[in-house]
């Protein structure tokens, strides 16, 4: 339960708080795509393009610091789980890159015996 909010910071309140929830919606989506990458794409869920700080006047009310300090924990274990992911995806793509690509045949692929 939220604590009682002093009227006159009250719009402040509201306006962390919707920042708040605006980041936990993008790391709730990269856990997703951390945890499954082909099904967050196969449900046509909507990548983060980059963050944009929110400016909002005076600091975080008390109230919410725990849930953004969760929210920062929560933020630093997906980055390295989405380095890790870059990180493998890189190799990967490496190996491949390392396989000889199969040469198209510039002749007949068949052996016309009734010639």
Not at 19 to 42: K, N, Q, S, T, W
Not at 82 to 103: F, K
């Amino acid at each position: 339960m939220i604590g009682r909010v002093p009227l006159d910071g009250e719009e402040l309140f509201h306006a962390w708080e919707r920042a708040i929830d605006a980041l936990e919606r993008d790391v709730l989506l990269a856990e997703g795509f951390v945890a499954d990458p082909a099904g967050v794409l196969a449900r046509g869920a909507e990548l983060p393009s980059g963050w944009v700080p929110t400016e909002l006047e005076g600091t975080i009310p008390a109230t919410l610091v725990p849930r953004a300090a969760a929210l920062l924990r929560r933020q630093a274990a997906v980055r390295e789980q989405l380095a890790g992911a870059v990180g493998s995806a890189r190799v990967d793509l490496a190996r491949l890159r390392r396989t000889a690509p199969v040469a198209r045949a510039t002749g007949p692929a068949y052996v016309d015996l009734s010639a």
